[in-house]
């Protein structure tokens, strides 16, 4: 069974030298509002030689984390395989609104009990996109014979929000990982 961390509320802090001196820090609701809520995601990770990675990525939120597949083939996962070190970024595309970034590790999900709630969690958030089926400790996509897609389990460490409306503010969300 893959082990749980449970992550308690973040501390939220204020970066005072990049935000407006009326600012108030971002409430953490509202970061994980829009990453449960975020089609899109960029997942950035380190190739063996040290090179950085970035792909677009769609993702779910499931018991405090944002949970994101690939396939075996995939750079992506042969960078997790050798550093599970990674950062997820979303927010909006323009100089108003929340951008959210987060410091992670990577942990694969193979838990059958887990995989089949994220597979429910991509079903009602994506509809058909992403017509997964749980195989043995890993994801299928249906009507792909032969295919096996890993999950994982981003598992946040520290948190950045990039507030861009007037106040601008620029919060720091520290995890009491316990």
Known sequence: MT????IREPIAELEPEFSDPTAT???WSDARRILETAQTYWLS???ADGR????????VW????VHVTTGDGEQKRRNLAGNAHCVLTTGCNGFEGVDVVVEADAVEVTDLGRL???TEAFAAKYRSTFPFDVGDGHLRLRDVAGSAV????LQPRKAFGFKKDDP????????DQG
């Open 52 to 59: 950085p990675h970035v792909t677009p990525v769609a993702g």
């Open 116 to 118: 089949h709630v994220v």
């Open 3 to 6: 082990q749980m961390t449970v």
């Open 168 to 175: 601008f503010g620029q919060t720091r969300w520290r995890f």
């Open 150 to 153: 890993r999950c994982y389990r």
């Open 45 to 47: 990770t380190v190739r």
């Open 25 to 27: 820090p971002t409430a």
């Open 62 to 65: 499931v018991d405090d984390a």
